[in-house]
């Protein structure tokens, strides 16, 4: 991604260094630990731009963008990020997605007000936040990622031994791994469900669907 981002500004040859000062200090105050990332921190992202969507001002953009969606659709398509706003997009008319950031629950709150139909799309590791009643998903509000993933393959039926491994993942991909398709989407059907009852709680009315 380095390199295609180069090629975009200029056709001379480059040396690219990429360096995080004091980056092994900075990793011990993330989660880089708990996944196995140790001696430095990760670096994420395929812009290299970032967009404060975790700060309490974002919070106004979010009811511009959902306006402006209410001007050409009676629904609006909520994604926390960058990679569930893509994928909303191939599912539906790329108009009615509006990235929220980490405020799922405040963005819901504000949809049902305006739009007769909300859809919540995103990827398992926020959803498994919500599930567990944390509708600001940025780390510093909690993290029940893993408890909410063995809570519901407990739910779905799974087998003792695949419920054990699912406790003792280090990350929601390594829990998949030891999942089924079928089990896996056993698992997101209790996930979807619970999700739905956590924000049809927020609405006036209870006007949600998966």
């Known amino acids: 991604m380095v390199v295609s981002a180069v090629r975009e500004v200029t056709g001379v040859g480059l ?7 004091n980056g092994e200090a900075l990793a011990e105050k993330t ?4 996944v196995g990332v140790v001696g430095g921190i990760s670096i994420l ?23 402006a969606v209410r ?8 994604a926390p990020g960058n990679s569930a706003a893509r994928y909303a997009s191939s ?13 799922v629950g405040d963005a819901v709150r504000l949809a049902s007000t305006l739009f007769s139909r909300v859809v ?4 398992p590791a926020k959803l498994l936040k919500v599930y567990a009643g944390i509708l600001n998903t940025h780390y510093t509000q909690g993290d029940a990622r893993i408890e909410s993933l063995t809570h519901a393959a407990v739910i779905a039926g799974l087998p003792y031994d695949v419920v054990a491994r699912v406790a003792n993942s280090l990350s929601v991909e390594e829990a998949f791994s030891y999942m089924t398709k079928d089990e896996r989407r056993r698992v997101m059907g209790v996930v979807a469900e619970r999700v739905l009852t ?10 949600f669907a998966w």
């Open 71 to 78: 001007q050409a659709f009676d629904y609006v398509v909520i």
């Open 120 to 123: 919540l799309a995103g990827l």
């Open 91 to 103: 599912l539906f008319d790329g108009g009615a997605v509006v990235k929220v950031g980490d405020r």
């Open 31 to 34: 989660m880089n630990r708990l």
């Open 198 to 207: 956590r924000l049809a709680g927020l609405s006036l009315e209870p006007r």
């Open 15 to 21: 040396e690219v260094v990429i360096e995080v000062p």
């Open 45 to 67: 992202g395929t812009t290299g731009i970032e967009t404060p969507v975790s700060s309490e001002d974002y919070i106004e953009h979010i009811k511009c963008e959902l306006n």
